[in-house]
């Protein structure tokens, strides 16, 4: 056993006591009781304990892979008394006494931010001779000022002053926990500044829908704050003095999770701050209109796409620098959610905190949500559907018209990859004998009710695909291997997958496909099936049964699923060349995994690091760093190992 | 100056460079190994450093499998496996090189000395600054001549990772300049001349050094090389081991470099 708890409780007298524990629940019931749990810094030393008589120093590092790296590496004593958890408070050492914590923290500090030193005697925390160093705001704070929001109306203003308060304590919280979040704390108040502006606006003038568009305002204030809250608990547990605030999630009550989301951040900052440099959204925005329009359906009756080989449409062969700040998601972890995108937050499963190290809940999945917001930022600007005339898109679509420049163009082709969508899937019916003969639905000419219906129904599939397209090449490297497992593993224990294993399976092939040797449809089709194929069975020998990825592999072992698939895929492959030839950016890709503390071994990329060791690297690349932990992680949560793992991980993202 | 280096020991020798506050000499090190007194075949100045030649005494199953020994190897205590060791101080600070023509000599030493210092801080190996290596070479700022450059290919799939470019001036060179922006330094090798002698040294990323060990004029013109890149590409000290990290360079892979003599 290598998991133990670190709990509190006050006893009858009022006095704090302490104990270690292999369960949380003793400590949960008693009077004010927390608990944590904490691991071995080395895997296999020896599990967390107390001193009969001594002292405990709480650390609240900087870096806690730095400071690990020296404290394991360069204290050879202390190593064997050093422990990990999810906290702040990061790096427990137990020593025998209060002056060899002192001089140990006077040795460390320029790596520490803060410090607790509990004295303990007998399982009694003697707080008289107990030391707190809380950390001091960074110097280069700057906290975010209250949005004025007098001139406001009832309910947006209650939810202003309400989200000053929360703004408030994130602030003064990140600044002494985590300065490095500045940017977000500032970005949030701005996304809520310009709302307020908006509602002031909307307020003053009588335009057409403003209570409508008011509504819609608001509602986004809630979700602000709702998230706000949320990040400020999480972030801001386990602050010091320890044991003064309770974070209400019994099993890390005590410490609290704030390394952890500092890991999170660092994970989303580097995801958000790559895209943002490249900005694919404002280069078709800018330079699209400026460029000539190229023939959007040409490739659907020939399937030949080479007429796309332009090499001034390419979004990597457009330098535009980036004309706005990047919007920026609150990263933080949710059981509700799991991992999802929405305007203002990105959540990671909650099961990151104890599983991260496993296949299922592997932290690369945040990478598909990110690209959702990315993805849905282009296609916002290509195209809204919801947009009052869409006269002259339809003109332009039934007249088989170019368009006047590469951005009407690309808008024809996104039209053309619903149409083919809604086309593939009813010949695939009637071939499978779902239907008798096909419906009709596409007449000649589209209609503006036509043209809405097909988005609402295949903009999630178009937008799905480029974003696995992307995902496989970005963060996969194209690994087939790693990438089939981490989504279907991840997909195996989401309920609503098994109701839909043909639309995921459609999804993963249209990835794979991306790699396939270019050919005629059935060619690629036959080409990604049989290595997806190969690569479900080899998760097929899990210790848990997986029912989606054995409906997977009986969907495409069976010859009339395997037509069906093969005939929607027809209309996949339109979608995954329109984002091969416009919106596959190798700088993207190369900015994204660009780490010089990375070897190459038998042709991989590697860290070459081993669960456990420290050796004081900065991981520039969270994704590579993922990346490369992947294949050693376990398929499955549950053991000890594996959330001693992802707390070793995450911290060394920190 | 013991010139030839003997003929078994002229193949490719792999270094590292180490940083520990206990390792300023040679004596140093043979006392951390526990090896008493050391008598060093040769030593030698290349500009700041001091450069001895070894014969560290062990077993032979550190020589490579592969390899007929010859007898002229066989010391009273032991193989004589050949190992320099050079030390200089930069910015106030010992540095040391060892180097074997056997990898598995180097991890030997590695986890004993790492024994050794338990105690007290660990090993630091230093490895050099690529990317701002290539900069000062791009900026011809070196004395240093670079003939081959290799690159981490970023955006490639599975199938390719490391790409070199040779030649001349191959940083300067439009294929250098059409994938740089998808590519990050990884190694060089570089060439050092005193007028009449010329002599390669191979440098990458995470700390790993090779060269083409003849004799030791041409050991010093290595050192004096190494002097220079370090010079240009401030170096970063880290905890691993780089061999642990270096792709899979055995005795077995000598022939890919036997080509780094001169003629």
Redo the contacts between chains.
């Keep these: 056993m290598s998991k133990r708890y670190l709990g509190i409780w006050l006893d009858a007298e009022g006095n704090r006591r302490v104990a270690a524990s292999s369960s949380a629940v003793g400590f949960l019931s008693r009077s004010h009781g927390q608990a944590s749990p904490l691991f071995p810094a080395i895997p296999g030393g020896r599990e967390f304990s107390l001193p009969e008589v001594g002292a405990v120093l709480f650390i609240v590092a900087r870096s806690p892979s730095s400071l690990l790296?020296k404290l394991i590496?360069?204290y050879?004593?202390v190593k064997v008394n050093t422990y990990i958890g999810h906290g702040h408070a990061a790096i427990v050492v137990c020593q025998p006494s209060l002056q060899e914590c002192e001089a140990l923290a006077t040795a460390l500090s320029p790596e520490i931010r803060g410090f607790e030193i509990w004295t303990i005697s007998g399982g009694l925390v003697l707080t008289e001779q107990s030391i707190l160093c809380e950390p001091l705001p960074d110097g280069s704070w700057i906290q975010p000022t209250p949005v004025e929001f007098s001139h406001l109306q009832s309910e947006a203003r209650a939810q202003v002053e309400q989200f000053n308060s929360n703004l408030a304590l994130l602030g003064r919280l990140a600044s002494m926990y985590a300065p490095e979040t500045a940017e977000l704390c500032l970005a949030i108040r701005e996304s809520v500044a310009f709302i307020v502006e908006r509602l002031l606006e909307l307020q003053e003038g009588a335009e057409e829908g403003s209570v409508h568009e008011s509504i819609g305002l608001e509602a986004h204030l809630v979700e602000v704050n709702s998230i706000l809250t949320i990040y400020s608990s999480q972030l801001g547990s386990g602050s010091l003095p320890l044991g003064e605030d309770l974070f209400p999630v019994g099993e890390y009550s005590l410490l609290g999770i704030g390394a952890m989301c500092r890991g999170a951040w660092r994970i989303y900052s580097h995801l958000n701050q790559t895209f943002s440099q490249h900005d694919h959204a404002g280069i078709v925005q800018r330079a699209y209109p400026l460029l000539p329009p190229f023939d959007p359906y040409a490739p659907r009756g020939r399937v030949d796409y080479s007429g796309w080989n332009q090499h001034a449409i390419r979004v990597e062969n457009l330098d535009e620098a980036p004309e706005a700040e990047a919007r920026l998601h609150i990263p933080y972890f949710s059981s509700r959610w799991g991992f999802h995108e929405s305007w203002n937050a990105i959540s990671l499963s909650w099961q990151c905190l104890y599983a991260a190290a496993t296949k299922e809940w592997n932290l690369l999945t945040i990478t598909h949500e990110y690209l959702h917001a990315h993805i849905r930022d282009i296609f916002g600007v290509i195209f809204d559907p919801s947009a009052a005339d869409v006269s002259q898109v339809l003109s332009d679509y039934n007249g088989k018209s170019r368009g006047d420049n590469a951005l009407a163009s690309m808008r024809l082709a996104y039209i053309e990859a619903v149409v083919m969508i809604e086309t593939m899937t009813d010949l695939s019916e009637v071939v499978s004998g779902t239907r008798q003969q096909i419906p009709g639905t596409i007449p000649d000419r589209l209609t503006e009710h036509l043209l809405r219906d097909l988005f609402k129904r295949h903009t999630e599939l178009v937008h799905e695909i480029v974003v696995h397209v992307l995902d496989y090449?970005y963060i996969f490297?194209?690994?087939d291997d790693v990438y089939v497992n981490s989504i279907w593993s991840s997909w195996s224990l989401v309920p609503s997958v098994a109701s839909r294993v043909p639309y995921y399976v459609l999804r993963t092939l249209a990835s794979l496909a991306s790699?396939s040797p270019p050919g005629t449809n059935p060619a690629m089709f036959e080409d990604a099936a049989s290595r997806l194929l190969a690569c479900l069975k080899s998760m097929g020998s899990r210790e848990r049964e997986r029912p989606v990825v054995n409906e997977a592999i009986r969907l495409l072992e069976d010859k009339e699923s395997r037509q069906k698939l093969g005939i929607q895929f027809a209309a996949s492959r339109f979608v995954v060349e329109i984002t091969l030839h416009f919106f596959k950016d190798?700088?993207l890709?190369?900015?994204l995994?660009?780490?010089?503390?990375?070897?190459?071994?038998?042709?991989?990329?590697t860290y070459?690091m081993q669960f456990g060791d420290?050796?004081?690297?900065v991981i520039e690349s969270p994704v590579a760093f993922l990346l490369d932990r992947f294949p050693g992680y376990e398929d499955q949560a549950g053991s000890e190992r594996v959330e001693h793992e992802s707390i070793w991980q995450m911290l060394q993202l920190v | 100056m013991a010139n030839r280096t003997s003929p078994t020991e002229q193949r490719p020798f792999t270094a590292v460079i180490v940083r520990h506050s206990q390792l300023e000499s040679l004596q140093d090190l043979s006392s951390l190994l526990g090896l008493g007194r050391a008598k060093p075949v040769s030593e030698f100045a290349a500009g700041e450093w001091t450069v001895w030649r070894w014969e560290y005494l062990h077993r032979r199953n550190l020589y490579p499998a592969g390899l007929v020994g010859l007898g002229e190897r066989n010391r009273e205590g032991g193989w004589a496996h050949d190992l320099y060791v050079a030390q200089r101080v930069v910015a106030g600070t010992s540095f040391m090189v060892l180097a074997s023509p056997y990898v598995r000599l180097l991890r030997q030493l590695d986890e004993e000395l790492r024994v050794a210092v338990a105690n007290g801080p660990a090993l630091r190996y230093l490895n050099i600054d690529m990317p701002r290596v290539f900069e000062s070479f791009q900026s011809g700022k070196s004395s240093l001549t670079a003939t081959k450059v290799t690159l981490e290919i970023l955006d490639e799939l599975e199938n390719l990772e490391l790409v070199s470019l040779t030649g001349s001036n191959p940083l300067n060179s439009k294929l250098h300049a059409q994938i740089k922006s998808v590519a990050e330094p990884y190694a060089i090798r570089v060439e050092y001349s005193n007028g009449l002698q010329r002599a390669r040294l191979s440098v990458d990323r995470v700390g790993n050094l090779w060269w083409y060990q003849t004799d030791e004029t041409k050991t010093r013109l290595i050192f004096l090389a190494l002097d220079e890149l370090i010079k240009m590409g401030a170096a970063n000290v880290g905890l691993r081991l780089p061999l642990d990290l270096k792709y899979k360079r055995d005795q077995n892979s000598a022939a890919d470099d036997s080509n780094l003599e001169d003629s």
């Design positions: 790296a590496n360069d050879g004593d090449w490297d194209g690994r790699t190798s700088r890709n190369a900015a995994v660009r780490d010089g503390g990375m070897a190459v071994i038998d042709g991989h990329r070459n420290y050796p004081g690297l």
